[in-house]
């Protein structure tokens, strides 16, 4: 049965569109995305937690503390089909050979958690949807460095949404991938450089730029820290391709509008 609860409502998206279809990212807030004013607090007091945040050994920056979930989505005439992921192990990624497991949380009991991803799948153009999928949100909070150098995350959107900024820096940057050096060095001027404020969200196609963030600086005084969303609409191969046979058979057990 559907849930009402998460009905995204009439948002106008045309802009975001436009900008994602024209040069490839777009930048909007979550006010335009008719999340509530007080959505970044109350998803940062029930999900940044120590409960669910750790650091995985081996995983870069050294002080990064995250937590990850995936789910899987249907589209439909009247809205979407989610259901959490039976996995979130990824497999060879951010240079780290092997398989990774993070700390999983379970978005979907969180019904601001599931407009928010009802939303945010909305922000990819509909010509570009596809009618299943998977979405991956990770919960990262940083002190120092925010990102190792450039990179691609090698999915199909990334999400940026920024829930709290104490301290300078930070800034999110996108470059053309030609634009950064084997070493990860910027051989060239950024496409975007932009210091994401608490609310606000980047969209962009990740195999067009390399991305990635300034690191935090520290206020007078005080302790910086960052608290972000990065969700990917993801490619087929990173969490379906091996259960495809099954996938496909595979019925929703939970509605979203
Ligand atoms: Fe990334």
């Known amino acids: 049965m559907r849930d009402h609860s998460i009905q995204t409502g009439p948002v106008d998206l045309k802009d975001v569109w436009a900008s994602l279809n024209s040069q490839g990212y777009a930048l909007t807030d979550d006010r335009e995305m008719g999340l509530s004013r007080r959505f970044p607090d109350e998803f940062r007091q029930m999900h940044f937690n120590k409960y669910i945040l750790r650091h995985d050994q081996g995983d870069r920056p050294a002080d990064r503390l995250r937590a990850r979930d995936v789910v899987r989505y249907w589209r439909h005439d009247g809205g979407l089909s989610l259901q959490e992921h039976e996995t979130i192990t990824i497999t060879d990624r951010a240079d780290i050979p092997g398989k990774r497991d993070h700390s ?5 009991s969180d019904p601001q958690a599931r407009k928010l991803i009802c939303t945010f799948l909305q922000l990819v153009p509909p010509s570009r949807r596809k009618p299943e999928g998977t979405f991956g949100l990770n919960l990262f909070r940083t002190f120092t460095n925010i990102v190792t150098q450039p990179h691609h995350d090698q999915e199909e959107f990334i999400i940026v949404y920024v829930l709290t900024r104490i301290g300078g820096g930070a800034e999110t940057y996108l470059y053309e991938p030609d634009g950064v050096a084997e070493t990860g060095d910027p051989i060239a001027e950024p496409v975007l450089r932009h210091q994401l404020d608490k609310g606000e969200i980047l969209i962009f196609e990740d195999k067009l730029f390399k991305h990635g963030a300034t690191p935090l600086r520290n206020p007078s005084g005080g302790t910086a820290m960052r608290d972000a969303l990065v969700c990917t609409v993801d490619h087929r ?10 996938s496909s058979a595979a019925l929703p057990r939970t509605k979203a509008g």
């Not at 999983?104 to 979907?108: A, E, Q, S, T, Y």
């Not at 191969?237 to 099954?246: R, V």
């Open 237 to 246: 191969g990173t969490y379906l391709a091996e259960s495809a046979a099954t």
């Open 104 to 108: 999983r949380v379970r978005l979907l």
